[in-house]
């Protein structure tokens, strides 16, 4: 099995993890009304992102602090990181709680909170395009591999989405306490 593959494996075993902690911590979920437990969620949510977005800020940090090599362990690390991106990406894109009931999902999910998504999206996408021509342009003036300039434009566009989409659910939590 190459190193690739171990990387991805332990990217996957990672996230099933973070998968059984939530279902774990599920048990402890109110049992009250759809919208208790709705609102339960909401706030789930609220203390989640910001240390998601560290997490995943803090792992590019040591990306680029780290020098390109080819030995395993970077193959593992390239690996993890893309499961974390595509997972990050999901969380961005998608209403999460995937494991949760239909109703409780489109309860949680409301016209705010669409709103917010495709504002954060397009945040995400404005960023990409904005960092892509930058990178474009100081290529002949600081070289960079190609790996460094997708990883670079990619995981600064996702962090730049997901904090958009925290800021805009902290705006209207805290609109809605007012």
Avoid: C
């Avoid at 790996?147 to 805290?174: K, N, P, T």
């Amino acid at each position: 099995m190459s190193d690739y593959s171990w990387g991805l494996l332990v990217g996957v075993g990672f996230g099933l993890l973070l998968l059984l902690i939530a279902k774990l911590r599920d048990r402890r979920r109110p049992k009250g009304s759809l919208s208790e437990q709705a609102e339960h969620y909401a706030q789930r949510r609220m203390r989640m992102l910001p240390a998601v977005l560290v997490i995943y800020l803090s792992q590019q940090a040591i990306y680029f602090s780290a020098a390109d090599g080819d030995r395993a362990v970077d193959h593992v690390k390239i690996g993890a990181w893309a499961v974390l991106t595509l997972l990050m990406m999901l969380l961005l894109v998608t209403r999460g709680f995937w494991f949760s009931p239909k109703a409780l999902r489109d309860m949680i999910d409301d016209e705010a909170t669409r709103m917010n998504r495709l504002l954060a999206i397009r945040s995400a996408f404005i960023a990409a395009v904005g960092l892509g021509a930058l990178v474009y342009t100081m290529l002949p003036v600081a070289p960079i591999s190609v790996r460094g300039a997708l990883h670079l434009v990619i995981s600064l566009s996702l962090g730049i989405g997901l904090l958009h989409f925290l800021m805009l659910e902290r705006a209207a939590q805290r609109g809605l306490e007012a």
